[in-house]
C-alpha cells in the first residue's frame, strides 16, 4: 500500500483516537495528557522524545513505522480524530467538558504546534469527527455523540477554528484535574507584529495573577535556565519594566531552547504560543538558540 501511494503521490490517511487508548487504559494514561493539557509528558523508550499529548505519540507511532519500512518519504494526513461528548457508564472520559477541551487544545495544537516531535517540520493536515452526532447509528452511546452540533443544528459546545478565536478561548477543566485554564495572548503592556513564517513565541498570560507569574518567572530563569540577562537593569529589554514584559521574555527564552515542544509553554496557565512576534518597547524576542 505504501508503495502504491509512493508511485501516485498520495497521503496516508490515519484516524487517531487519543480516547479510545485513554478509555482502555485509564489507569496508566493521565487526561491531561489525553487531553493537550499541562503535564510532566512521557519518554518514548524506543526514540528517546518527550510526547506532552497522546495525539503527537499516536501520529508518530505511525511515523516510526512507515520509518521502519524506509517509507519517510509519505505524507499523512489524520482523516478523523475527536472525543465523544456522551458515553455509557463503562465509557471513561466521555462527556461535554473532555470533548471541548480535546477538540479546543487540539485545535490551538494545530494552528500553533507545528509537527510532532519524531517530525518536527512536518506540519499535519487533521479533519475533525464529526460536525453533528450520529443519533440513529448503533452501538455505544460514544458512537453517536462525537459531533460538534446536535441533529436540530445545536451546538454542543464552543471551540475555536481560527487563531484570532483563540485568544478568547478558555479550557474549563473538569473536575478530575481542577480549576480553570484561563488562556490569552500578548497583553496589556505589548503589541503584535504579523507573522508568516509559521513560527511561534510564547507570551505571559497577565490574567493569572502576580503571585503566580511572579513563581514562573522565577522557575523560568532559574531552574528553566532560560536566557534572562536581556531582561535586568540597564540590558536591552530592561524596559518597559513590568511583569508581564519581563515575564513574556523569559517564557519565551524557555519556550525557544526547548525546541518549541508542545507543554513548554505553560507555566501552570501563566503563558500562552502566539503565532505573531510580540513586542515589548524596542525587545525583540529570540526565535531560536
Same mark, same amino acid.
Given at each position: ?20 487508548a ?14 493537550f ?5 512521557v ?7 518527550r ?20 517509507y ?11 472525543w ?29 504546534? #507545528?509537527? !510532532?516531535?519524531?517530525? %518536527? ?7 475533525? =469527527? @464529526? ?5 440513529? &447509528?448503533?452501538?455505544p ?27 478568547n ?12 485554564r484561563v ?50 537593569? #540597564?540590558? !536591552?529589554?530592561?524596559? %518597559? ?6 515575564a513574556? =521574555? @523569559? ?5 525557544? &531552547? ?20 510580540p513586542?515589548?518597547?524596542k ?7
Amino acid at each position: 500500500m505504501l508503495e502504491f501511494l509512493r508511485q501516485t503521490g498520495s497521503y496516508l490517511m490515519v484516524n487517531a483516537y487519543p480516547f479510545f487508548a485513554y478509555e482502555a487504559n485509564s489507569d496508566v494514561i493521565s487526561l491531561d495528557y489525553a487531553l493537550f493539557r499541562e503535564n510532566p509528558g512521557v519518554v518514548d523508550a524506543g526514540n528517546g522524545l518527550r510526547y506532552f499529548n497522546l495525539f503527537d505519540a499516536q501520529i508518530d507511532a505511525v511515523f516510526a513505522a512507515m520509518s521502519t519500512l524506509k517509507y519517510n518519504d509519505i505524507k499523512m494526513v489524520v482523516t478523523e480524530t475527536g472525543w465523544p461528548s456522551k458515553g455509557d457508564e463503562n465509557e471513561i472520559g466521555a462527556s461535554v467538558a473532555n470533548a471541548a477541551a480535546y477538540n479546543g487544545n487540539l485545535v490551538r495544537r494545530i494552528l500553533t504546534g #507545528g509537527g !510532532t516531535p519524531l517530525r %518536527p517540520k512536518a506540519d499535519l493536515d487533521v479533519f475533525l =469527527f @464529526a460536525l453533528f452526532n450520529e443519533n440513529k &447509528k448503533p452501538g455505544p452511546s460514544s458512537e453517536r455523540n462525537y459531533g460538534l452540533f446536535y441533529p436540530n443544528e445545536e451546538k454542543v459546545y464552543d471551540i475555536p477554528f481560527t487563531v484570532e478565536g483563540l485568544k478568547n478561548y478558555r479550557d474549563v477543566q473538569s473536575p478530575v484535574t481542577g480549576g480553570v485554564r484561563v488562556s490569552t495572548p500578548v497583553t496589556r503592556g505589548g503589541s503584535v507584529s504579523p507573522s508568516s513564517s509559521g513560527q511561534t513565541w510564547c507570551v505571559a498570560n497577565g490574567e493569572i495573577g502576580k503571585e503566580k507569574l511572579q513563581a514562573a518567572l522565577d522557575y523560568a530563569c532559574g531552574e528553566g535556565q532560560a536566557d534572562c540577562h536581556p531582561i535586568q537593569p #540597564g540590558a !536591552t529589554c530592561y524596559d %518597559p519594566n513590568t511583569l508581564v514584559a519581563h515575564a513574556s =521574555f @523569559a517564557f519565551n527564552s524557555y519556550y525557544q &531552547k526547548k525546541g518549541r515542544v508542545i507543554g513548554t509553554c505553560d507555566f501552570q496557565g501563566a503563558a500562552y504560543v502566539v503565532t505573531q512576534a510580540p513586542r515589548f518597547g524596542k525587545c525583540e524576542f529570540p526565535t531560536g538558540y
